[in-house]
Each structure stands twice: as C-alpha cells, then as structure tokens.
C-alpha cells in the first residue's frame, strides 16, 4: 500500500534555527516525491520535488530510498517559513494520484 | 489571471441538501482534480479527470458526483449532505506528463470551498 507518514503534527523553532519536517514513505516501486506548502490565506503550492534536486527558498530535501524518507530541510528558518508543509508520494500509476501525508504546521518565532 | 477558480468559496448548508461546487481552470491543463481537507487538515484525494474522462475515483459516497463539461471545468455535486461531508474541498489541475517525461507535472491547487453541513 502506499503510504505517507508526517510524525510531527507541529514543529515549532525559532528563527535563525535548523529545521526538518519528516516525511517517510511506504511504497514498493520508485516514487516520485514532493513537498507542497500553504501559507496562511494562499493556496497550496509546490515548494520541491525529488527530482529537480534544487534548493527552493533555502529548502532542500533529499530521496533516501533505503530509509524511504524524504525529510525537508533549512539550515535557518525565517518567520515567513511559518506555514503547513505537506509531503506528497506520486507511484507508477502514471495518474496523477498524489498520496499526501498529515501534513506539519511549521511555526518559527521571532 | 490564470489560476484554478473555485466558486463558492464558503457554503453554509442543512443536512440533506443538494450542493453544488464549481472549479474552473483558464492554464490550459489537461488533467482536473477534487481534494477533501477534513478537520485534521489530512488532504486526500476524491477524484480526477483528464480531457473530461474519469481517471481516478477514491473510494467516496456515490452521493458525490463530479461532472465535467469541458477540460476547463470540473464541478462537484454533492447529493443528501451530511454532517461528515464539512470540509475543505479542493480543486486542482496539471498537464499532462509528457509521453516518456521524467517526473509529474505541478498540481496547481484553487483557493478551496469551505463546506459546512449543520
């Protein structure tokens, strides 16, 4: 089955710390994976995904296929990071299906 | 602009009514799809289409019914509501991957329609 675990409901640092919110997976084949975030009072949008391996808003995230994680990092958040962050799994069934996790509200104090 | 509309945005209703949602998209997408965010704020998905053919349908109430007219427009039709359908639903669109692409195409999500069934 396919699955997408977010352990952390809500992470809470402050500014100028490291973060990490958890996503690991369940899933047999090679997934396709992202990370979708929603500011307060904006829609859901894309921040990465595992393939273009690029640094988005000082984020990264890398696939680790043999801890089936794909955990989202900055090494400083900024008070503008306070958001909820989802982690996404798309499978081999080439439909689009996105399989979203709990997702984790970050919260960054001042 | 272009974006992924939805209308209404907020829906205040009786159990038992029928209601409709609308979702628009003007980016030229091929594929069209329909969110539910419950309580906990856990997304998952309802149903998709792609050129107005049903690709994917999750397991929901057959009390819900999605209808698209065009590829530009994919609506929801909520029959017999119930307290349990109050959530945020969410439209979403994307192209097409391309024949052999490396990765999914982004899921550009609408604003979302909150439902409230009392």
């Known amino acids: 089955a396919q699955r997408v675990t977010q352990p952390e409901k809500l992470l809470s640092v402050f500014k100028g710390a490291p973060v990490e919110l958890k996503c690991n997976y369940s899933?047999?084949?090679?997934?396709?994976l992202f990370w979708y975030v929603q500011y307060s009072r904006q829609r859901l949008q894309l921040l990465l995904r595992h393939i273009s391996r690029e640094s988005i808003k000082g984020f990264t995230a890398d696939l680790n296929k043999g801890e089936t994680s794909f955990h989202l990092k900055k090494p400083f958040a900024q008070e503008e990071d306070s958001a909820m962050y989802y982690c996404?799994?798309?499978?081999?069934?080439?439909?689009?299906?996105?399989?979203f996790g709990q997702g984790t509200t970050l919260q960054v104090k001042p | 602009d272009t974006a992924v509309s939805q209308t209404p945005k907020y829906l205040v209703t009786q159990m038992g009514n029928d209601k409709s949602i609308k979702c628009e998209q003007n980016l030229g997408h091929d594929t069209m799809y329909w969110y539910k965010q419950d309580s906990k704020k856990f997304l998952k998905i309802m149903f998709s289409y792609n050129n107005k053919e049903l690709i994917i349908n999750e397991t929901v109430p057959n009390r819900f019914s999605p209808k698209s007219p065009d590829k530009a427009h994919l609506n929801l039709h909520i029959n017999s509501l119930e307290l349990g359908d109050s959530a945020v639903y969410f439209c979403a669109s994307s192209q097409d991957r391309l024949a052999g692409g490396p990765f999914l195409n982004e899921q550009f999500f609408g604003p979302g329609t909150r439902l409230t069934v009392l």
């Open positions: 996404a799994l798309h499978g081999s069934s080439n439909t689009g299906k996105l399989i």
């Open positions: 899933y047999s084949g090679s997934p396709e």
